[in-house]
Structure formats: C-alpha cells, structure tokens
RNA sequence: GGCGCUAUAGCCAAGUGGUAAGGCACGAGUCUGCAAAACUCUGAUCCCCGGUUCAAAUCCGGGUGGCGCCU
C-alpha cells in the first residue's frame, strides 16, 4: 500500500481489523520520535489497537537509511507471520518499499562520514566534474544514468569503490541475487489531482492549527543534529519560518507546495510499478477493503 | 479632468533596432545505504491598432489596462 494524503491510514486499520493483521509502516519520516504533527503520523486513538511497527523507533538526532529499514521490516514481518497474522506494510516512502518488494540484500558496510565530507568538500572546492570524471573512470555502466549534476549519486559511487572495491553496478547485481520470501499485493489509493491537492492544502493548514510550529521548536530545543529528520516536509520550512527567512503566508504557502510536489513525484516512483492495483480514493473504506479482500482472495 | 510611469509565458523578470536570458510554479520523468531527499526534461514571438525601417519586443503616433502624482 502507498500514498499519502489519501486515507490511507484508515484503509490500512479497517484492513488490518478485517484479517488479523499488524502494520508495519514504511515512512521514511515517522520513524523519528517527537515528530507527529508534521508527519501526520497515527494516533494510539487511530491505531485502535492495531498493532503499529517501526513508528517511532528512533531519535531525530539519529541518521536512518534504507538498508537499515529492509532489516528491521523484515524482523517485524517474521514476528508478525510467526503470531499467525498477516503483515501490512503501509506507507509511501517509495525506496523503502522497493528494498522490500525486491528483495534487495544490502552488503553490511556503514557510511564512511569522514569520507562523504572529505568528497563534499572537494566537489565546492574544485569542482564537481572533478568527482564526476572519476566516478566514469571506476563505473562507466552506472553513471550512464547519473547527471553531472547529481551530487549525492556521484559521491555514492565514489563511496561504493573506496569502502568494498566493487562498482555500484556490481554491487547491485549481487544485491539482487537473493527471491523474495513472500508473496504479497501491492495497492495504491489515487484520485483526481485537483482534489488530491486540495486535500493536501487543508492537511498543512490542519498542521499548522495543530501546532506544527512548536512541535518544531520543542525538537530544536530537545536536539541539535539531524542528519536526515530535518528534510522532512514541513520541518525544514518552519525552521526557516523560525529564523525569520520566511513570513507566516510564505511558510505555510511553502508546505503546501513542497508536500503537492511531493505527492507528484509519489506518483511517479508508483506508477511505474506494474504490479500495484490501484483503488479510488474517493470511495469509501469499506468498498476498498472489500475490493483488496477479493484481490487476496479471503 | 491633467501630468508622469508602465504593459514580455500561470507568476517574478532580463532584453532599448537584427528574428525572445534567467528564476519559480505547472506537467512529464529518473531513482539500490541522506529518498518527505537529490537530479533530468518541457513552454512565449513580447497588450491592441497604425506608422518609420531592408529589419521593431525594442523608435514614433493613437487606443486600452495597471500604478503613482496633481487639481
């Protein structure tokens, strides 16, 4: 299941109810704790009693990536199948489903940082063309797909051969090497995009009644590094908002376009994906959950 | 009513005689360890009418709209 913005929470909790399942989410942002309002993560009231994994699991002030995800999902599908029920994965980080759907064994390095910054600074001082040139020297086949401009691609290929001496493509064949385990459904929850951005623009000014402003401060003043929480949406704006870089109208005009964009792109990485059976958004959950029930035929 | 300024893609905006910079948005797309991130692609004949000129978004006249000032 994926989407945002769609009620996708609800489905997945009428779903879970209807086949004894738990859900795991796959949300790239609700991991953190001390970040709900902005995340729109689910309430204990939401959840009713639907057993939720991998929310909250783990400090702003903490770096999280993928490969990290795939292991702890597929901890949670294991307990889950082993109490007898079945396991949803409910979300629309679109890569962390991927290194689910397929299958995607990540060797077992961690991130040089020293390194990362090391490159970083080289490409503001002499050029990213520099990294880029050296990246096609070590793996021609991968940067044929990877734009001179595209920094963090280009350092990740420079990082691939200094940390295991393989390529990014050889690296990714042996990644791939493995079945997956399990047989599963995909859905995703679409509708017009006049409404879908529509929504999207009450959930911000929601937010915002909410408190998303001083969620934002509490977390500024509870923490002072985040290494990957703070690109979440509306977290980065409102500390710019905070700073003063921004007025009120700005900042929350921002979130609003920021999260329509993202919405969009969400679409793009899921439409590609032949697999997904997509549900109208604008029925109502239980016509959806019925519709899914007969896809997995109980 | 008079005077001045202005009118370029959805928005902001460069260009003052030789056949339209750029930014943002929209739309489309890429995606294997930062992914709610990062990156790629895509659009106009320049308010209208007339004139000058080999040639006008660019000069001149008129019209219309906007902005400012004056009585």
Redesign the pocket.
């Known amino acids: 299941m994926d989407q945002?913005h769609h009620g996708k929470t609800d489905l997945s909790i009428e779903l879970a109810k209807r086949i004894k399942g738990e859900i795991i989410s796959c949300?790239?942002?609700?991991i953190y704790q001390d970040m709900q309002i902005?995340?729109?993560k689910p309430t204990v009231t939401e959840m009713q009693g639907i057993k939720h994994y991998l929310i909250d699991i783990l400090p702003p002030n903490q770096?999280?990536?993928?490969?990290?995800y795939k292991i702890r999902a597929e901890e949670a599908i294991k307990e889950i199948l082993q109490k007898g029920k079945k396991p949803i994965v409910v979300g629309?980080?679109?890569?962390?489903m991927?290194s689910l759907i397929?299958g995607?064994q990540?060797?077992?390095?961690?991130?040089d940082e020293k390194y990362?910054e090391e490159l970083?600074l080289l490409a503001e001082k002499k050029g990213l063309s520099l990294l880029y040139q050296k990246a096609c020297a070590i793996d021609k086949e991968a940067m044929k797909?990877i734009?001179p401009?595209?920094?963090?691609?280009i350092?990740?290929v420079l990082e691939?051969w200094k940390q295991t001496g393989k390529t990014?493509t050889e690296?990714?064949?042996e990644?791939?090497k493995q079945e997956i385990p399990y047989q599963y459904k995909m859905f995703g929850i679409t509708m017009p995009?006049e409404i879908l951005y529509e929504k999207i623009n009450q959930r911000v000014e929601k937010m915002v009644k909410l408190g998303l402003q001083e969620e934002v401060e509490n977390l500024l003043v509870k923490y002072k590094e985040f290494?990957?929480a703070m690109?979440?949406?509306?977290y980065k704006e409102t500390r710019a908002y905070l700073r003063g870089e921004l007025n009120r109208e700005e900042w929350i005009e921002m979130i609003k376009?920021?999260t329509?964009?993202?919405a969009?792109?969400?679409?793009?990485?899921f439409?590609?994906n032949k697999e997904i059976i997509w549900l109208d958004g604008l029925k109502t959950k239980q016509e959806n959950t019925n519709l899914i029930l007969e896809e997995i035929g109980e």
């Open positions: 945002q949300d790239s942002m609700q902005g995340t729109a770096r999280f990536s993928v490969s990290e629309g980080t679109g890569l962390y991927d397929k995607i990540y060797p077992d390095i961690t991130i990362r970083e797909t734009s401009n595209d920094k963090k691609r350092i990740r691939i990014k690296l990714e064949i990644s791939r995009r290494p990957t690109q979440s949406l509306g376009r920021e329509r964009r993202y969009k792109r969400q679409l793009t990485w439409r590609r």
